[in-house]
């Protein structure tokens, strides 16, 4: 069984309603997270599935309305891509939104790696 596009939009829904059963469904136990952000030059890195639903979490409930809107994906062979714009709310009230795309490799229907890049770009205000 191989992952679809179709798959990867599924994801992303689970993503958008912060469900992690749904999101952890579609990654390998051994699979490689790089973040958007970190000290190394691969941002910060999560092994396994345990690590990596604790950041997906850590993100939802850092943003409560963290969102990825107008996502797309692609896949060819072991190799995907998805590109989407993310928006979230910090705690004080200061917004991200910024456009970025998952690199995904691909193992027996499952993700067994993801790197996340995001636009760098300074935060807006809170809105009031």
């Known amino acids: 069984m191989s992952i679809t596009a179709d798959d ?3 994801l992303f829904d ?3 309603r912060h469900d992690i059963d749904g999101v952890m469904r ?4 051994d699979c490689v997270f790089n973040g958007v952000a970190g000290p190394d030059v691969h941002g910060t890195r999560f092994v396994g599935t345990e690590a990596i639903a604790s950041a997906f979490s850590g993100v939802w409930k850092a943003m409560s309305d963290a969102h990825w809107a107008h996502h797309g994906h ?10 989407w714009t993310f928006s979230g709310t910090n705690g ?8 970025g795309c998952d690199l995904f490799t691909l193992d027996g229907g499952k993700i067994v790696r993801k790197q996340a890049f995001r636009k ?8 009031r």
């Open 26 to 29: 579609f990654f390998a136990e």
């Open 120 to 127: 760098n770009r300074p935060l807006l205000p809170a809105q």
């Open 8 to 10: 990867l939009a599924s």
């Open 92 to 99: 004080d009230g200061s917004r991200v939104e910024a456009e």
């Open 74 to 83: 692609f896949v060819h062979g072991d190799r995907a891509v998805s590109e």
């Open 14 to 16: 689970a993503f958008n």
